[in-house]
C-alpha cells in the first residue's frame, strides 16, 4: 500500500510481474462499472501510448445481447477477444506498446488475449458488487444495463496472482491516484 496524502491507494503486482520485468501491452480489465476507460485513458496520456477501447472491437451482435440484458456465452465473446488478441500481436510484432479495455473476466479468455506472452499485463481492478453497482447506475451512454453486473461477477475468474501477469488495483480508490501509482510501479520494473 502506498500513502498519498490522506488516501491509501492498494496497488499489488504478481509474482510473475515481477519476475517478467515491464510489459508492452497493458489489458485494463475488471467488470463492467469498474472504471476500465477512465483509467486506461488517464494511464495512456501519462505514458504516452495508443488506447483501443476493446468495446469498439465487440460484433454488433454481441452489442444488440448485451443491450437487450441478454448475457454472453464463450461462443460469443470468441471473435470479440480474437480481435483484442490481434490488435496485442500486431503491437508486438511491431515493436509498440499499447493499452486496450476489455473485461477478461476468464483466465482463458486472458490467455488467448496475451498468448501467455510476459510482455502483456492485466491490469486489475478489483472491487464488489457493493462497491460497482453505484457506478454503474450513474453511468450514461453505455450499451450495458445495470442489471447485467450480476451476470459479470457470476463469470469473474479474479486473475492468480502467482500465476498470471497481474497488476491488481482497488477500485475504491481515486482514478487519477491510481493511474499515477499503476505507472510509477510499471516503470520500477526492468525493462
Known amino acids: 500500500m502506498c500513502n498519498i496524502g490522506q488516501k491509501a491507494v492498494m496497488v499489488s503486482l504478481s509474482r510473475r510481474l515481477g519476475q517478467a520485468g515491464r510489459p508492452c501491452v497493458l489489458i485494463v480489465m475488471g467488470v463492467s462499472g469498474c472504471g476500465k476507460s477512465t483509467l486506461a485513458q488517464l494511464m495512456a496520456e501519462r505514458m504516452g501510448w495508443p488506447l483501443v477501447e476493446g468495446d469498439d472491437l465487440h460484433p454488433a451482435n454481441n452489442i444488440a445481447r448485451m443491450s437487450n440484458g441478454i448475457p454472453?456465452?464463450?461462443e460469443d465473446r470468441a471473435p470479440w477477444l480474437d480481435r483484442i488478441a490481434a490488435q496485442v500481436a500486431a503491437w508486438k510484432e511491431a515493436g509498440q506498446c499499447g493499452i486496450i479495455t476489455c473485461s477478461s473476466l476468464k483466465r482463458h479468455y486472458r490467455e488467448r488475449i496475451g498468448s501467455g506472452s510476459?510482455?502483456?499485463?492485466?491490469?486489475?481492478?478489483?472491487?464488489?458488487?457493493?462497491?460497482?453497482?453505484?457506478?454503474?447506475?450513474?453511468?450514461?451512454?453505455?450499451?450495458?444495463?445495470?442489471?447485467?453486473?450480476?451476470s459479470q461477477f457470476a463469470t469473474l475468474e479474479e486473475p492468480d496472482m502467482e500465476e498470471e501477469v497481474v497488476m491488481a488495483l482497488d477500485v475504491n480508490a481515486a482514478q487519477d491516484l491510481l493511474a499515477e501509482q499503476a505507472c510509477a510501479h510499471l516503470a520500477s520494473l526492468p525493462g
Not at 460497482?132 to 450480476?150: N, S
Request: with cysteine; glycine share 6%.
Open 118 to 150: 510476459t510482455d502483456v499485463c492485466f491490469v486489475y481492478l478489483k472491487g464488489s458488487r457493493e462497491d460497482i453497482a453505484p457506478r454503474l447506475a450513474q453511468r450514461t451512454g453505455h450499451f450495458m444495463p445495470v442489471a447485467m453486473l450480476d
Open 72 to 74: 454472453l456465452t464463450d
